[in-house]
């Protein structure tokens, strides 16, 4: 039988009422807790039995409390010199990577156009309802600042067209650089570069799923100008606060036997001309392909083999996004292939899981494996990293922190790796040390050599940067 919230011991209790658990998502867990089925547990029982004195709050607190020495770091340093890796060199090359982080986390991919009615998505979805998501430039702005201070190494902010803050409805193929300026002075005034994206869905000229290829000339000459839009807005940026990569992606396809797959894509490539037919100062052009969205399942027009023979034979960057292939297709192998036909290869860090490509970035064997696979290319120069995923059941403040952070992490797992001496045992052949080198690089302190990048970066380490994110999200993200 389950116990009376009464009879339950004080702790859990005070648990309960820690600020930790005084977001409106666990209020509303909390007044329907006893709403369970009839012989299921109360999930703060089960929790209860797990730990009488959870209290999250104080964890977080006590790990922002905390200050690690360099001793650890020593040591670890010199267990990584003994292997032929400089530390000291693999920090300062992690740190000085530039991530472009996606603005849309803030808001869930809503935009800030001014513009009545509802629009088509073009197969995107946040999933959760997570309170204190951003409605204003602002909004977006301050959360990301809060972000950054908890993210070692260098940021960029990538925007798409339609978080234009333009105080009237514009139409997309009117864009010009000043509906940007906030974004631009506020960029500046952090020392941040800004990359940027037409946005090819979510309006009424993509509601039936074709953009650059659709049949009417109409509507792909509208798509073609918003596009030229995006990268005049691109070379501006570029212009004020560095090279911008302006990144095309359209959901163009269809949803179930597809009769004619050559027509489609013979118009994306006359529309993908017609948008770069000259060259704009400043702006890194890139074009990104999907295997399928939300119905668009039967056929993409801008498949990865489209994009790639189009990136090689028009000489612009190809962006391959993690989230983007079918889920045993390696990302990893693909970049040693790519770089040497294609420059730049934009890579856009997400975590697909079974059919959704847009899960936050985690530091898993995927992520590793791509930050190896870079590294190890020698074409660090030729590739550019950002993120790009969303989570509306979480706080999102936190969700760009997780992401980000696990990139730069990886980053740094790739750059301390032996990787001299495995190639040393590959070209003798020696196979068994080889595998042994890759073993053991498991059991190398990485953990030490991470927190003092961290410390040097002046941003907490472990989980004490959660603790800034519970105060944020009770000071201002609750009151949204």
Known sequence: MTPAASSRPRSIDTAIKDRAFTTKPFRAFRRGRSATRKGEEPLLELLQEENEAMKLHDVFEAEAKKRSGAGNYKAAAEQFAALGVDAETAIAKALATPISVHCWQADDVRGLELREGAVDSGGLKATGNYPGAARTGDEIRADFEVAARLIPGKLRFNIHAMYAETGRPVPRDELQPEHFSRWVDWAAAHGWALDFNPTCFAHPLAADGLTLAHPKKTIRQFWIRHCRACRDIASYFGRRLGDSVCNIWIPDGLKDTTADRLRP???????????????????????????????????????????????????VGICLDMGHFHPTESVADKISAIVAFVRPVLLHVSRGLRWDSDHVVRFNDELRAVCDEAVRSGAMKHILWATDYFDASI?????????????????????????????????????????????ARAELPFAAVWEEACRRADVPTGLAWMAEIRRYEAEVLSKR
């Open 265 to 315: 894509r013979e118009r994306l490539l006359q529309s993908l001309d017609a948008v770069l037919e000259d060259k704009k100062p400043k702006c890194v052009d890139t074009v990104e392909s999907k295997l399928f969205g939300i119905g668009v399942e039967d056929y993409t027009v801008g498949s990865h083999e489209f994009y790639l023979l189009y990136a090689q034979s028009r000489g």
């Open 395 to 439: 706080n999102r403040v936190a969700a760009w922190v997780i992401g980000v952070r696990a990139v730069r992490k990886a980053l740094l797992y790739a750059l301390l790796e032996p990787w001299k001496l495995a190639v040393e045992a590959e070209l003798a052949g020696d196979g068994a040390a080889k595998l042994a080198i890759e073993e």
